[in-house]
């Protein structure tokens, strides 16, 4: 069965710093990855995603992830982060011929000024 | 293009009762999906249409929970009778025709469900 770590619950970061957000995932089969952002009061929304090809894909607001196949790995990263990136932040799994996400516990991102 | 909406957005209920949660996905999406958080756990799925077919109803904890969608439009997921478990935040997703596999889902906001 597949599962995903998010291996810290709250990331607290000022402003202008850079972040990491870490996610494993385990899978015996190829699978899509996904990072997926709920500000507050809001929705989920889709921040990037990584099909195949290039490893490392980009948002339009500055994050990037990078997918290491060897460490299992799907780390979000900003060079530095805004008040407004305040947010929940959900790592997802999908098998290459699966239909449903497999997402991890999430990471609270707090930016302080 | 208006996105996935879920109504209702909250809804407190006493422990035996009966609620129905609707979601209306993306126009077009032959994909839905409801997905549901506990407690500040992860999110899990529930269960998958394709059109008003389940395609795969794997999560749904047990047979309280009856997921319809008649006419392959919108959807309502009801929880009878409700137990305080089933508190949480149940979010619907949607995806493109043709694009279960590799499609992305886009989200609604979730409906949350306390149940006292």
């Known amino acids: 069965a597949q599962s995903v770590t998010q291996l810290d619950s709250q990331v607290p970061v000022f402003e202008e710093a850079p972040v990491e957000l870490r996610c494993n995932y385990s899978s015996s089969v190829s699978v899509y990855l996904f990072w997926y952002v709920q500000y507050p009061n809001q929705g989920l929304q889709l921040l990037l995603k990584?099909?195949?090809?290039?490893?490392l894909v980009e948002s339009i607001n500055g994050f990037e992830a990078e997918f290491n196949k060897s460490q299992t790995s799907f780390h979000l990263r900003k060079p530095s982060v805004h008040i407004s990136d305040t947010a929940e932040y959900f790592c997802a799994v999908r098998m290459e011929y699966g239909n449903k996400l497999v997402f991890g516990a999430g990471t609270i991102l707090r930016v302080k000024s | 293009e208006a996105g996935v909406t879920q109504f209702p957005s909250h809804s407190v209920i006493e422990k035996g009762q009966t609620v129905t949660l609707r979601c209306d996905p993306i126009s077009g999406h032959d994909n839905l999906y409801w997905y549901r958080r506990v407690m500040g756990k992860e999110i899990k799925f529930l269960l998958h249409?394709?059109?008003?077919?389940?395609?795969?109803e794997s999560g749904m904890p047990n047979n309280r929970f009856l997921a319809e969608r008649t006419g392959g439009t919108y959807s309502t997921l009801k929880v009878q009778p409700a137990e305080l478990e089933d508190s949480g935040v149940y979010f619907c997703a949607s995806s493109q025709p043709g694009q279960a596999l590799s499609g992305t889902q886009y989200f609604g906001p979730g409906t949350r469900l306390l149940v006292l």
């Open positions: 249409f394709v059109k008003e077919s389940k395609q795969d």
């Open positions: 990584y099909l195949s090809g290039s490893t």
